[in-house]
């Protein structure tokens, strides 16, 4: 189940980091490490930077209702990022005015399409 999760995982970020270059931003990191934290992506366009989460979950047939991503973001998993960005802001000397955690959640159709919300600034 966890090799599943991990494909779901990185199939999700994928699709993630190709929305994002289209968008015009600049990968700058990917399951990047700070401490014992771990930030999904982070990316950047002018002297934006940007702390993504992403959650990804496929379309629930068995309900009528699809599975939300969204709803695999804990308050605690938003907490540990907010943590990450200070500890980044920290090593980098960087100011935190132009840095901004966001979550995306992308849900799998069967037809190897994909639904893409996107959240800004959820702190």
């Not at 934006?48 to 804990?74: C, W």
């Amino acid at each position: 189940m966890e090799q599943h999760n991990n494909k779901l995982g990185g199939l999700g970020e994928k699709i993630a980091r190709s929305y994002f270059l289209r968008l015009g931003y600049i990968i700058v990191a990917k399951n990047a490490r700070i401490g014992h934290k771990e930030a999904d992506l982070i990316i950047q366009k002018g002297l934006e930077i940007r702390f993504i989460e992403v959650k990804t979950t496929y379309l629930n047939k068995s309900s009528n209702k699809p599975n939300k991503a969204e709803d695999y973001l804990s308050k605690r998993k938003i907490c540990t990022l907010k943590q990450a960005i200070f500890e980044y802001c920290l090593i980098l000397a960087k100011k935190e005015e132009n840095i901004y955690l966001d979550f995306i959640a992308i849900t799998v159709l069967k037809n190897k399409m994909a639904n893409i919300s996107y959240f800004k600034n959820i702190t």
